[in-house]
């Protein structure tokens, strides 16, 4: 390509990073308003300038810019992977603007109506959190039942609007050659379906007696306390509506999260890491109207960072801060002079190893001692943590679930989700289906919606966080001391997108990424 040629490429690529940045920029701010009030004037304008920035990104001109740039710049790093990420992104908006306007309009009903949501229960209206206390607290099992059911309603409100934005992304889907939707949006984030059964099949192979042993233990502890036969147990008896937790009964340890931040600043500024401007931004506390979700938002991909959260003060509210501050301190590393499209991570998955890898430090001992969260106590300090393998086995074998059950949503959403539901339920995570089973429970899991073929970032986001953990604990003698986390900065956070995720596991690990480090971590 001669240099004149190559100068237009980089401004044509100046260009539309300044109108995307501009574009996303509107849209991320207004979503946060419409998570931190659940004003549906924020709805709206949200929804204005979301298809303004899909619209950019459906451009044929652009289309066509992009195509040839993928072929010209074999030899230009950066400029070949903004074409790359662009193309990726830019590919389920190639649709007709009325498929595009109506999948994006059902997107924000479905996340509004999700975001405020409220279950309803003898006329009081219930927050997820309220929710969650209550299952953890009850005795009376008629009153627990009635409580998950009135969680659940939301599923029968979204499930007609979810099955018609699945077929809509289908359509799509298969207008560009892929079988569906779930299919397109793994290969365009650099995963193959068969890769993904194959990790699968791999943690099932390796971890399923860990996790019925687990399972077993949960359930006689659960029976006994209702003075039920373990075949009686049904969702309801469980800490959580999906049985996603290991929680039961006992409270998660009582912490003041609020008064902690002073000395978690402390603790992130000892490793150089600043997240001062990020708690500056904030919304942690829970409130009428406020959407349920916890999530951290990076508005211009620049230093424009928020994190919104519902705490509660107990160790669970710690372990989520904690989360999404790994995801604010990843976007916060990003390096600041790579263009637009790069100025995120080089995949999902990372960004959520990252974040899982941190949630862990709220049930390590050892980290609990040094913010003085516990007392100092000579058995605690064994290798083992049976607190935490029992959470992440739990939590793992719930998104085998869902990654199970999208993905044969996406394969033939007209057959019988409802029973197919509970089919791979049974299967995964052994859990019995109730009698009045023939009802949209699936529906109530607000990713399913909103976040569509996510899920398998947290599997592959807690393969990432094990090997991460595994390699830096060999190389540092402590994988969260300030040498491995500023290791972790200059390997994985700066570079962005500018490299690949294979590129990115590969330098901070010296091997490929394998759910070996996660299966060792969790067998007996």
């Not at 229960?121 to 009850?138: C, E, H, I, K």
């Not at 499930?159 to 799509?172: E, G, M, S, T, Y």
């Not at 064994?382 to 992440?392: D, F, G, I, V, W």
Request: glycine share 6%; net charge neutral.
């Amino acid at each position: 390509m001669c240099e004149r040629s190559r100068a237009e490429v980089r401004h044509f690529m100046h260009e539309t990073n300044h109108e995307l940045q501009g574009l996303h920029t509107n849209m991320m701010d207004s979503l946060w308003h419409v998570i931190t009030t659940g004003e549906i004037r924020h709805l709206h304008e949200n929804e204005r300038f979301e298809q303004a920035y899909q619209e950019a990104l459906a451009s044929p001109a652009l289309g066509r810019e992009v195509q040839a740039g993928l072929g010209e710049m074999e030899d230009d790093r950066i400029l070949r992977r903004q074409f790359q990420m662009l193309r990726s992104e830019m590919l389920e908006y190639q649709a007709e603007p009325e498929e595009r306007r109506e999948i994006t309009s059902l997107w924000n009903e479905l996340h509004y109506m999700h975001s405020t949501f409220r279950a309803r229960v003898d006329g009081a209206l219930m927050s997820g959190n309220t929710v969650l206390v209550l299952l953890r607290r009850l005795e009376d099992e008629r009153q627990r039942k009635k409580i998950w059911q009135a969680s659940m309603e939301v599923g029968g409100l979204a499930a007609p609007k979810l099955i018609r934005l699945v077929k809509l992304r289908n359509q799509i889907a298969r207008d560009h050659g892929y079988p569906h939707y779930f299919a397109m949006k793994l290969e365009t984030q650099g995963i193959s379906p068969e890769m993904l059964s194959g990790v699968i099949r791999q943690l099932r192979s390796g971890l399923e007696a860990a996790y019925w042993q687990v399972k077993r233990e949960m359930d006689e502890e659960t029976a006994a306390r209702f003075r039920i036969h373990r075949s009686e147990l049904r969702s309801w008896h469980y800490a959580h509506p999906f049985v996603q937790s290991a929680q039961r009964r006992e409270p998660w340890g009582q912490v003041d999260v609020n008064g902690l931040l002073p000395q978690l600043t402390k603790w992130f500024d000892e490793r150089g890491l600043d997240i001062t401007p990020i708690l500056g931004r904030a919304d942690l506390a829970e409130r009428p109207g406020k959407g349920q979700a916890n999530c951290c938002l990076n508005i211009d991909r620049g230093g424009d960072i928020r994190v919104s959260c519902n705490l509660t003060q107990d160790t669970k509210g710690l372990s989520i801060l904690l989360h999404e501050l790994g995801h604010a301190i990843f976007e916060q590393g990003i390096d600041p002079e790579l263009p637009f499209v790069l100025r995120q991570p080089a995949h999902p998955f990372i960004s959520e190893g990252i974040a899982l890898m941190l949630e862990r430090l709220a049930l390590e001992p050892s980290w609990q001692r040094q913010l003085q969260l516990r007392r100092s106590n000579a058995r605690s300090r064994n290798k083992r943590n049976p607190q935490l393998r029992k959470e992440l086995l739990i939590k793992l074998y719930w998104t085998l679930t869902v990654i199970e059950f999208e993905r044969e949503l996406y394969t033939d959403p007209s057959r019988p989700l409802n029973r197919l539901w509970w089919d791979i339920v049974e299967d995964v995570q052994g859990i019995q289906r109730p009698c009045d089973w023939d009802y949209p429970y699936w529906a109530a899991k607000s990713h399913l919606s909103t976040l569509p073929v996510y899920y398998y970032n947290y599997l592959y986001g807690e393969m990432a966080a094990s090997q991460f953990q595994f390699s830096l604990q060999k190389e540092f003698g402590q994988w969260h001391s300030r040498e491995a986390l500023q290791y972790m900065t200059r390997q994985v956070f700066k570079p962005g997108a500018s490299s690949t995720w294979n590129e990115i596991i590969a330098s901070c690990t010296s091997c490929d990424l394998s759910p070996i480090f996660l299966i060792q971590q969790l067998r007996n």
